[in-house]
Structure formats: structure tokens, C-alpha cells
């Protein structure tokens, strides 16, 4: 087929795919664009890339970055702050409520004091609220699960599709190649990781959104709807393949396992089948650790039992962070002189522009924060676990969806840099947290905010003692 012609079919798709999927009783804020574009970007290339003028990687590029892009987060992180200005106390109320993440990016911020270059952390560490602060767009909305499926459905549509497009009938936009000459699918995104990534993250709530349109034959517009989630389900599946990354065909496994599994009715109301759940994957990876299924799994996900070398990567990695209790500093030790220590154990195997993060987000943590870093972001995980649960024992269906995705961020992070931003995983681990404390203090039920509109639709508010008193 003509790419002229695929171009406009992927076209008419895409708006068919809107049109399907609209819900007129639905009335989302339309600061929702605003999460909206910013993961258009995130899950594909950044702005700066679209329109050509992305700089040549090096060095100084990590240091100074691209003018273009640092604009447009800046701009779009002015435009949310506006927004949650207007929503000050219920902000303020989510924010106290999930104190752990305010300890992580506070530590983050003293952090930069011993970076090698404090400027360029500080950046860095400011453009790390861009992640937060949609975040709080999307909770903070009138109707939060609502617009998370909008938001989904908005940024799913247009980038799988067009990730297929891209794959099929242009090769120098939607496939790459591998410093040793292997072809990869990357469709809108610059590798195969990224593209496995943000299908993945997409697809966990249209797996949770088609369940539940299955189930609920009273539905608003439900053939539609159940048309237009089944086909991104289809392209989503489809990326997946082509994407050939096995960590997230695994995380997908797991996180829709999950997703099925909770909302059976066996699981509905007992917490503690939740919890014999999440420890039997926990005992069954460990136990195929330690007896030697590590290759048996690898091997059927298609990776060498190395995990494609980053087993070699982490040893170089780990004895080379100067300070092991506090770290390079935050985002600083891919730009500073220890990585020269990586270069030196990795000579051979990796160029030295090849190489930008430790493919695991704990090592990852571990060498910017240090141990101080890596327990706290244990701490960020426990809490987010225990919030999804007792959000769970509140409402199953949201609980089980929040539950899958901090889950899947764990075990994604064992073998990708999961909790770096700005990164998908990173967003949507706090966009659960977030959600399961909501849900968990009765802020947030069903398709609505809790805080129910009052005279002149202006929402009165929960203090914040009786949130933190809930969640604590």
C-alpha cells in the first residue's frame, strides 16, 4: 500500500477511534489536555526530535539539554501549577496525605548540594515536578477515573496506531538498529523499550476498561465503546509483538493477571487473598532465583540468562558510586567522574553514549541517591502497596487496577531504570499511589470525586487530619 494512502486510512482510524469512544455524560476538566500532551511526548520522541532540530548526542547534551524542549515542560508545568491553584486545598490535601513522596523528592532536592554540577541537578530536579504536577491535574479532577480512561484512551489512540503506521510504511521514522546491526521496531518512540513501555502502560487500563464494559451490559454507549477499547486493546497487543521487549510483555502478564485476578469474585472484599496473592509471585520469583529457573524464564521471554548483559552492567556499575550512603546526587552520575569507572570495567562492550542509565531502577537509585535513596524509595513502594490494598477493601475494581500498576513498577524496575523521570512508569507508579490514597480516605468513588459539588458548584473540602488519619 501507497504511505500516502495508509497515512490517511490511519487517519480516519484514529478519528473513528474518538468518535467510538465519546461519552457525552462524562465532563472531564480540560486541563486534562494538559497530562494528555505531556505524555504524547513522554511515550514518544521529544519535541525538540519532532521537529528536527534535536541536538547531537554527547555530553554536553546531557548538561545543557535542549532549549526547545525545557520550554515546553516549563510551559506545561505553568500551565498545571495555575490549575492546582485553583484546587489548592484538595492539592494540598492529597499531598500530605502521601508524605512519603514529598520525603523522596525533598531528599532529592538536598541531594543536589553534592552533585557534581549542582546547576544542571537542579534543573533537573525542577522538571521532575512535571510528573507530579499532572499527576495532581488528573486526580484532582471532578471526575478522576473518568479522566484517567480519557486520558488513555486520548494518548492511546493516537500513538499506537500511528506507531503501527510508522513500523509498516516508514521504516526511517518507525524502526532503528542496534549498535550491532539488529533491526527494532521503535514506531513514534526512538527504541523498542520505549515504545514497550508505553504500550504497556496503556494497555493495563484498557485491559481494566474492556473488562468492565463486558460486565456492566447497562453501560452508556457500550458497543461503541467496547469497539474502540477492543481495537487499541488489538493494536496494543500487536506493539507489544513487534516492540520484542520482553521485561514489558512480562509486566503486562503480570499487571493484567492482576487486574483479572482481583476482580474475581473470590478476591472481592478480603484483603488478605491480596496479599497471598502479591506473596506468592514475590516467593515464586525469588524461588526461581535461587534454584536456577532464572535462565528457564529469561530463555522463554527471549533473553539470554545475563538479561541481555546487564547483569555485567550492574557490576560495573554499583562499585563505582563514590559515596554508597548518599549517592552522586540526584540525576548526577551519568554526567559525573565516577561513570569513568563504568567505561573503564565495560571497555569492550558498551560506547560510552550507548550507555546513560544502570537498566535497573533500585541500582539506578542506589547510585544517585544512595542507600538513603533506595530505602526510601522502598518506603514510596510499601506505602503505595499498602494504600492500593486498603483501596482495594474499599472499592475492588479501582483497587485491583491501582494494585496492578504498582506492582508491575516494582518487578518493571528490576531490569529498566523504572523510577527515573521523566518516564511513563514513573508517572503512572505515582498516578496509582495517588489514586489508591483517594480512594482509600473516600475522596475519590466510581467515576466521581467524592467531594461532592455544593451551592454555586464550588466543592467543599475533607481536612486534611482526616485523610492522613485514614491513610496512617
Not at 273 to 292: D, E, P, Q
Amino acid at each position: 500500500m501507497n504511505p500516502s494512502v495508509a497515512s490517511l486510512i490511519c487517519a480516519c482510524g484514529i478519528a473513528g477511534l474518538f468518535y467510538l469512544d465519546r461519552e457525552r455524560s462524562v465532563r472531564t476538566s480540560k486541563a486534562l489536555w494538559l497530562p494528555v500532551a505531556y505524555l504524547w511526548i513522554l511515550g514518544s520522541r521529544s519535541v525538540s526530535a519532532w521537529l528536527g532540530v534535536a541536538p547531537s548526542s554527547g555530553t554536553n547534551v546531557q548538561l545543557e539539554g535542549s532549549p526547545l524542549d525545557a520550554a515546553f515542560f516549563a510551559l506545561l508545568l505553568a500551565a498545571a501549577i495555575i490549575v492546582l491553584s485553583r484546587r489548592s486545598k484538595l492539592t494540598r490535601t492529597f499531598l500530605v496525605a502521601n508524605w512519603p513522596i514529598l520525603i523522596y523528592y525533598s531528599y532529592c532536592f538536598v541531594s543536589i548540594s553534592w552533585a557534581y554540577y549542582p546547576d544542571v541537578a537542579f534543573k533537573r530536579w525542577i522538571k521532575s515536578f512535571d510528573d507530579l504536577a499532572m499527576v495532581l491535574v488528573i486526580v484532582t479532577d471532578r471526575q478522576p477515573i473518568a479522566a484517567l480512561k480519557r486520558l488513555i484512551s486520548r494518548v492511546g489512540f493516537l500513538l499506537l496506531p500511528t506507531s503501527v503506521l510508522f513500523i509498516k510504511y516508514y521504516g526511517d521514522l518507525g524502526v532503528g538498529y542496534t549498535p550491532d546491526g539488529l533491526r527494532m521496531n521503535t514506531g513514534v518512540t526512538t527504541n523498542k523499550n520505549s515504545l514497550g513501555l508505553i504500550v504497556l502502560v496503556v494497555l493495563l487500563v484498557v485491559l481494566w476498561n474492556v473488562r468492565a464494559l463486558l460486565r456492566d451490559k447497562r453501560a452508556p454507549n457500550r458497543t461503541r465503546r467496547l469497539m474502540a477499547q477492543a481495537t487499541l486493546l488489538a493494536f496494543g497487543v500487536a506493539l507489544l509483538q513487534m516492540a520484542n521487549s520482553s521485561t514489558c510483555v512480562a509486566c503486562f502478564l503480570l499487571g493484567g493477571g492482576l487486574i483479572l485476578a482481583t476482580g474475581l469474585r473470590v478476591m472481592k472484599g478480603r484483603p488478605a487473598r491480596v496479599h497471598a496473592l502479591c506473596l506468592g509471585i514475590l516467593l515464586a520469583g525469588l524461588l526461581s532465583m535461587l534454584f536456577g529457573g532464572q535462565s528457564m524464564v529469561t530463555g522463554a521471554l527471549g533473553r539470554q540468562s545475563n538479561f541481555s548483559g546487564r547483569t555485567e552492567i550492574w557490576a560495573a556499575v554499583i562499585p563505582a558510586v563514590s559515596n554508597p550512603i548518599v549517592g552522586d546526587g540526584f540525576e548526577s552520575f551519568w554526567i559525573g567522574p565516577d561513570v569513568k569507572k563504568v567505561w573503564r570495567s565495560l571497555a569492550g562492550w558498551w560506547h560510552p553514549e550507548a550507555l546513560n542509565e544502570a537498566h535497573n531502577g533500585y541500582i539506578e537509585i542506589y547510585v544517585n541517591l544512595g542507600w538513603i535513596g533506595v530505602c526510601l524509595i522502598a518506603l514510596v513502594l510499601i506505602s503505595g502497596y499498602r494504600r492500593a490494598v486498603a483501596a482495594f477493601a474499599m472499592d475492588p475494581t479501582i483497587g485491583g487496577l491501582m494494585l496492578a500498576y504498582i506492582v508491575v513498577s516494582a518487578v518493571y524496575s528490576i531490569t529498566e531504570a523504572g523510577f527515573r523521570s521523566p518516564q511513563p512508569m514513573w508517572v503512572f507508579l505515582l498516578l496509582a499511589i495517588f489514586s489508591a490514597s483517594g480512594v482509600a480516605a473516600g475522596l475519590i468513588g466510581g467515576d466521581r470525586l467524592i467531594l461532592e459539588p455544593g451551592r454555586h458548584n464550588q466543592r467543599s473540602e475533607v481536612p486534611v487530619s482526616f485523610v492522613a488519619r485514614e491513610l496512617l
